[in-house]
């Protein structure tokens, strides 16, 4: 597969559950701008046949090589960054739960929902895209999860799907932040105020915000609907470090804060 298709098809994906991001993303090509994805992030949990390692290979053929490591000890994640050798794809950030620091209840939860996922779908790219890759959870058990891990919940409904997208705000007409902020707000759109609404700075190189996630009501397995969080859409402004070259990392404090957007809250 290529990385045009790749990320076509995580796309079509995301935006069938986040309404919100075609809307945005509208917004901007009706101003004009040509949208540049600044980075894709995609979750999964340390088990195999689906942690990092099992699927990093998916990614290293799409001409990605890993970047930089990351760990948020607090929500029991570690994180790599891929670049692409070809610098106007973008970046991927890739997270997975440690599900050893949960308890025991909800680590054969998730053990059990993983031993279900078939192995011949881990193989192919369409993992990252065909859908949640074991039965919906009962609503008992997702609780469960979400007592735990925001993280864990959120995976257990919405399998290994692109958690969002990322607009380069260095590739828009007026690259600033505040500029997308006031429009995403004048629009309605709702933000993540974690840490404020503007993640970093000038000085950490790296200026983050994003929507918070879009609801949908999806029928749990023993019979009751309930809604959930799905998707959000982010924004990211980078700055020369002091090289002069453009700053290629993530800054686990920003990313701390982005995780919330999925929060039931
Ligand atoms: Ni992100």
């Not at 994640?77 to 106007?88: G, N, Q």
């Not at 950030?93 to 779908?121: D, G, N, R």
């Not at 008992?140 to 891990?149: G, I, N, P, T």
């Not at 933000?191 to 949908?216: C, F, H, M, W, Y």
Request: aromatic residues 12%; hydrophobic residues 40%; glycine residues 4%.
């Amino acid at each position: 597969m290529q990385c045009e298709e790749f990320f076509d098809q995580l796309w079509r994906d995301y935006i069938r559950v986040t309404p919100q991001a075609e809307r945005i993303h509208q917004l901007f090509i009706d101003r004009g701008e040509v949208i540049v994805n600044d980075h894709v992030a995609l979750r999964t949990f340390d088990l195999a046949p689906i942690n990092i390692a099992s699927l990093e290979p998916l990614l290293l053929q799409l001409g990605y090589a890993r970047f930089q490591p990351y760990q948020f000890n607090d929500k029991y994640l570690d994180a790599w960054s891929y670049l692409h050798r070809d610098e106007t794809q973008p970046r991927i950030f890739f997270s997975e739960l440690k599900i050893a620091f949960l308890s025991p209840k909800a680590q054969s939860l998730i053990q059990a929902m993983v031993a279900q996922v078939p192995v011949a779908v881990t193989r192919s790219h369409d993992i990252f895209f065909a859908g949640r890759p074991w039965p919906m959870p009962s609503w008992a058990d997702y609780e469960c999860l979400l007592a735990e891990s925001e993280y864990a919940a959120w995976l257990s409904v919405m399998g290994l799907r692109a958690n969002h997208f990322t607009i380069s705000v260095n590739h828009l007409d007026v690259p600033s932040m505040a500029v997308v902020i006031d429009l995403l707000q004048h629009q309605g759109f709702e933000l993540n105020r974690e840490q404020g609404v503007i993640k970093g700075s000038p000085q950490t190189l790296l200026e983050q915000a994003s929507t918070l996630a879009d609801s949908i009501t999806l029928p749990f397995r023993d019979g009751d609907s309930h809604p959930v969080k799905t998707c959000y859409y982010e924004f990211a402004r980078r700055y020369p470090d002091e090289t002069g070259f453009l700053y290629q990392g993530f800054v686990p404090a920003n990313a701390n804060a982005i995780f919330h957007s999925t929060d039931r809250g």
